[in-house]
């Protein structure tokens, strides 16, 4: 059973995105989609490429409601929270993460997934320092 994000770091997620897995012919995952915990980094359409940032989903169902197996594949699309791993560079990504911007969900060179940011949540009042 995955156990929330927001339970284990004791705040909730920083930005929301809506996602959707390449398959193998486009240059994604050969085993399907990653199960929930997956710990994939992130990057942004238009940055170097071997840009790449600690930023981890946490994928949701239908509903918006955090998916709690981690024994079954994810949707192949849908939407994930997003986590900023190293509080200390949130305040990087302020003026950075915006509404619409285009990015990736990245495993080691290969880019897995295509997303959009769709929603704002706790980037700019979640801690920048560990507890």
């Not at 238009?46 to 949707?75: A, L, S």
């Not at 619409?100 to 997934?113: D, I, P, Q, T, V």
């Amino acid at each position: 059973m995955h156990e929330p994000y927001e339970n284990r770091l004791n705040h909730s997620a920083d930005f929301r995105v809506k996602y959707k897995f390449r398959n193998p012919e486009e240059g994604g995952r050969k085993t399907g989609t990653p199960y929930q915990g997956v710990r994939c980094d992130f990057s942004i359409v238009g940055e170097p490429d071997n840009k790449q940032f600690m930023i981890w989903p946490e994928f949701e169902d239908r509903t918006g409601n955090i998916i709690k197996y981690n024994d079954n594949h994810v949707p192949v699309e849908g939407t994930a929270r997003m986590w900023v791993i190293n509080p200390e560079m949130r305040p990087l990504y302020y003026d950075r993460i915006k509404i619409g911007m285009k990015c990736n969900f990245r495993e080691g060179l290969m880019y897995s997934a295509d997303c959009e940011v769709i929603e704002i949540l706790s980037l700019k009042t979640n801690p920048t320092k560990n507890k």
